[in-house]
Antibody
Framework: EVQLVESGGELVQSGGSLRLSCAAS????????MNWVRQGPGKGLQWVSV???????YYADSVKGRFTVSRDDSKNTVYLQMTSLRAEDTAVYYC?????????????WGHGTTVTVSS | SYELTQPPSLSVPPGQTARITCSGD??????GSWYQQKSGQVPVLIIY???ERPPGIPERFSGSNSGTTVTLTVNGVQPEDEADYYC???????????FGGGTTLTVL
């Protein structure tokens, strides 16, 4: 079964750091394009970052320079390192698998992990 | 521009047709996708590449596109279709992903 399980979300103070994990099963993250998407309380979906199979990465302007996406192929896991956290980063963070390199839709989503940044 | 605009809400009686639009210049170059998110649940992909339906998605959900607008149509709306719906695409270079603001569909 294709599945994504996020972990690592917690309450952190403004300015702090956190690393989220997204463990995949049923497919290889090494050969997939993997996204992070977040959803603030009562708000819509906001794309955060993507890591391609080539390990090339891209970020939303709101997190560029503060967040870093990476992966460990041996663990079939994708990570999101978050630094200089702000109150507006408070959200449920989902990782999501893209259908293919050129098909940007995301067909598999994790259940999400909650990050709360206290000011 | 790299923004996607959706109406905030739509109310439709059961059995009728709901049409949710998503507009943005980038849709002239990139396919749109649609997600359904029921209250407290994870988003589910219901339409991709403008018109394709993933396995398991009911046929009453369909997608279309015209110029800078993509449309999600729900034929014969059911009470269980009450949810937030988001359109999504990528920027023209394919590096960043974009989501619309979401449309809350209420089945009256």
């Amino acid at each position: 079964e294709v599945q994504l399980v996020e972990s690592g979300g917690e309450l952190v103070q403004s300015g702090g750091s956190l690393r989220l994990s997204c463990a995949a099963s049923g497919f290889s993250v090494e050969s997939s394009s993997m996204n992070w998407v977040r959803q603030g309380p009562g708000k819509g979906l906001q794309w955060v970052s993507v890591i391609y199979s080539s390990e090339r990465t891209y970020y939303a302007d709101s997190v560029k320079g503060r967040f870093t996406v990476s992966r460990d192929d041996s663990k079939n896991t994708v990570y999101l390192q978050m630094t200089s956290l702000r109150a507006e980063d408070t959200a449920v963070y989902y990782c999501a698998k893209q259908i293919s390199f050129y098909t940007y839709a995301m067909d598999v989503w994790g259940h999400g992990t909650t990050v709360t940044v206290s000011s | 521009s790299y923004e996607l605009t959706q109406p905030p809400s739509l109310s439709v009686p059961p059995g009728q047709t709901a049409r949710i639009t998503c507009s943005g210049d980038v849709l002239r170059k990139q396919y749109g996708s649609w997600y359904q998110q029921k209250s407290g649940q994870v988003p589910v992909l219901i339409i991709y590449k403008g018109t394709e339906r993933p396995p398991g998605i009911p046929e009453r959900f369909s997608g279309s596109n015209s110029g800078t607008t993509v449309t999600l149509t729900v034929n014969g709306v059911q009470p269980e279709d009450e949810a937030d719906y988001y359109c999504q695409t990528a920027d023209s270079s394919g590096t960043r992903r974009l989501f619309g603001g979401g449309t809350t569909l209420t089945v009256l």
